[in-house]
């Protein structure tokens, strides 16, 4: 079996990902989960990559590994957190949770094991983002309007909830 670079770099790519997952597990400083969720969003950028998927792998940079990691940051920054971890779980809390994700991998490992992918796309590799802009604008223009009308209806639901109330501040 020989190993080609694609090869090699979906598997650092990969193992980063994983690695950075595990860590957002078990850090329990929230700057340090913040990072290792960055570490994670940018070896699935570099996954889009080598699927040449640039325009993919571009705005997974620029929205994940950009702008959401910094509104977490921000959204940490600016709000009252303890410092005090939580206890660990039981024994049997540990044996459950093992085994659940035992149980996860599992069955990840049979889906994709027997998942058949037919070959339908000849010209992946041309003019990639051409193809995006054609089909998010012409085949799936009502879901990105949906899409688009859904976001702007939870901005307007986060500023009502961030509002402070009149009624608790005349009490005062």
């Known amino acids: 079996m020989t190993f080609s670079g694609e090869f090699l770099a979906f598997t650092v790519l990969a193992l980063i990902m994983i690695i950075g997952g595990v860590l957002l597990l078990n850090l329990t400083k929230a700057v340090h989960i913040i990072v290792a969720l960055s570490f994670t969003f940018l070896s699935i950028a570099g996954i889009y990559i080598v ?60 889906g994709i094991y027997n998942f058949d992918v037919p070959r339908v ?3 992946l590799h ?16 009502i879901p990105f309007e949906l899409a688009s009308v859904l976001l702007l209806v939870g901005l307007v639901g986060a500023i009502v909830l961030a509002k402070p109330d009149d009624e608790k501040e005349d009490e005062k």
């Open 51 to 110: 699927l040449s998927a640039e325009f993919v792998a571009g705005v997974q940079i620029m929205v994940y590994s950009g702008a959401i990691t910094i509104m977490m940051l921000f959204g940490i920054m600016l709000t009252k957190h303890d410092a005090e971890s939580e206890e660990s779980g039981t024994k049997l809390r540990k044996i459950l949770v093992l085994l659940g994700v035992i149980g996860f991998a599992s069955a990840v490992y049979i």
């Open 121 to 123: 796309a000849t010209s």
């Open 126 to 141: 041309v003019n990639n983002t051409l193809k995006i802009g054609k089909a998010l604008y012409t085949v799936y223009t």
